[in-house]
């Protein structure tokens, strides 16, 4: 079945820690986006993918950065987590042309103590 | 600064009758617009979408309203049901693909 995953759902850590949020898709898409959202807000775009080898920084500033070797991976990471880092990550994909929806994962709820 | 804004942060509305969740946009760029809807700790999950060239896009029970004189969108439920309660973001994105989003509006459906 063709969907979008995101591991792990939840995540707890400590400050100065290194971690690594996993998004994947089957769908064969080329566009894959790195979202951030805190409660009762927009979802800010703060990374996004075009194509393998293809990152952008999205219009939201964030210290977190993403890689894209393969098609259906798209790993954002952060050096060293701290408590600002607190918020929920999620991942979309979603097919080249125009006029295409993105479809979401079921996003990383991240808290940093 | 924020392009896309949902003005009302909830809206309770009664099983059956009409929802009308409202949007409202600043970038003239923008030619797609989407609705999509949110449960608690879960991704957000596309709804409906319409195109600038359109004023009027129905599924089902959804239909969605683009005035771009006015640079407003709606959304309307009818009719309601308890499985739409939920926060709805409303989205835009111009040729780069790109989405904005609104700040969302959560809707509960009484019964």
């Known amino acids: 079945e063709a969907d979008i995953y995101q591991t792990p759902r939840y995540l707890v850590i400590g400050t100065g820690k290194k971690i690594t949020l996993e998004c994947s898709q089957t769908?064969?898409?080329?566009?894959m986006y790195w979202y951030q959202q805190d409660p009762g807000m927009e979802l800010h775009l703060i990374h996004y993918?075009?194509?393998?080898?293809?990152?952008e920084k999205g219009d939201l500033s964030s210290e977190s950065t993403v890689s894209r070797i393969r098609t259906e991976h798209f790993p954002l990471t952060l050096e060293s987590a701290r408590p600002s880092h607190t918020s929920q990550y999620l991942c979309?994909?979603?097919?080249?042309?125009?006029?295409?929806?993105?479809?979401f994962g079921p996003g990383t709820r991240l808290t940093v103590l | 600064d924020q392009q896309v804004k949902q003005n009302s942060p909830s809206l309770s509305v009664q099983e059956g009758r009409i929802s009308i969740l409202n949007c409202d946009y600043t970038n003239s760029m923008f030619d797609y617009f989407l609705w999509y809807k949110k449960y608690p700790a879960e991704g957000p999950t596309f709804l409906i979408s319409i195109s600038s060239i359109k004023d009027k896009n129905e599924d089902g029970r959804f239909t969605v309203f683009l005035n771009k004189s006015a640079k407003h969108l709606s959304l309307h439920i009818v009719p309601s049901q308890p499985g739409d309660s939920a926060v709805y973001f409303c989205?835009?994105?111009?040729?780069?693909?790109?989405?904005?989003f609104g700040a969302g509006t959560t809707v509960t459906v009484r019964a």
């Open positions: 989205a835009a994105s111009a040729t780069d693909y790109k989405l904005s």
């Open positions: 769908m064969g898409h080329d566009k």
């Open positions: 993918s075009y194509g393998v080898n293809s990152t």
């Open positions: 979309a994909s979603s097919e080249s042309g125009t006029y295409n929806e993105q479809f």
